[in-house]
């Protein structure tokens, strides 16, 4: 059976369970607490971080990794387009929301309001999340500005760039961080993606302590 040991809020792992979901990869899910750094977990990935893709004898660390084998072992359907200068586009926005936006904005809100209260590391801090508010107006901004010009992020079609970008809003948005009235052309994108059955699993889960809101799993919001 393919393992996938995750964090239901980690955005890389969320985007790996939508991987897996379109493409109709069945996997047990394994929720690890990474941050308790278990003996066992380690020994599997020596980084200690999630997500972790099993096959067999085939373990895997590193979303995009796990992307790129998952692409490759499961051609269709693909969420990479045929053409090069497309396919770089969708890699370079997908790089831009698992390195900047998450950077700016995902590490500064979903971090200091939930990590640090169920890992047990301390209380908020008030100057990166009022930072990670002004840098998110940014990066929606950007985003409606691609948006307005093109079906999905990166073009025409719905491709890695798009799980990406919407498993981290998805991860800010169950903490009700998302102003989604501000940005329409956003809004509707993301009620397009997250109503696919990929999304389904993912909407479901719940985190100890932390609730979303009454909006964050409706399919029309």
């Known amino acids: 059976m393919k393992k996938l040991y995750h964090f239901s809020l980690s955005p890389f792992c969320r985007t790996v369970r939508l991987v897996l979901g379109e493409k109709g990869i069945e996997v047990e899910l394994i929720e690890e607490r ?10 599997i990935n020596h980084a200690g971080a999630v997500p972790v893709y099993a096959e067999n004898n085939v373990v895997i660390s590193d979303s995009t990794a796990i992307f790129e084998y998952l692409e490759e072992t499961h ?35 979903l971090y200091e309001r939930v990590y640090k209260k169920i890992a047990k590391r301390g209380y908020p801090d008030s ?33 890695i760039a798009d799980f990406s970008a919407s498993a981290h809003l998805s991860s800010l948005d169950y903490t009700n961080d998302v102003d989604w009235d501000g940005f329409p052309s ?36």
Request: proline content about 5%; hydrophobic content about 40%; cysteine-free.
């Open 127 to 159: 100057r990166k999340i009022k930072l990670g508010i002004r840098n998110f107006k940014f990066h929606l901004d950007y985003m409606n500005w691609l948006l307005d010009k093109r079906k999905w992020l990166a073009g025409d079609e719905m491709t």
């Open 34 to 43: 990474f941050w308790d750094k278990r003996l066992q977990f380690l020994n």
């Open 186 to 221: 956003v809004k509707d994108w993301y009620s397009k993606i997250k109503s696919r059955p990929a999304f389904r699993t993912i909407l479901s889960d719940l985190v100890t302590g932390f609730h979303p809101p009454e909006h964050y799993g409706n399919l029309d919001f």
């Open 75 to 109: 051609a269709e359907p693909s969420l990479l387009p045929k053409l090069p200068e497309k396919r770089a586009e969708a890699r370079r926005l997908s790089h831009w929301f698992n390195d900047k936006f998450q950077k700016e904005v995902t590490e500064n809100l």
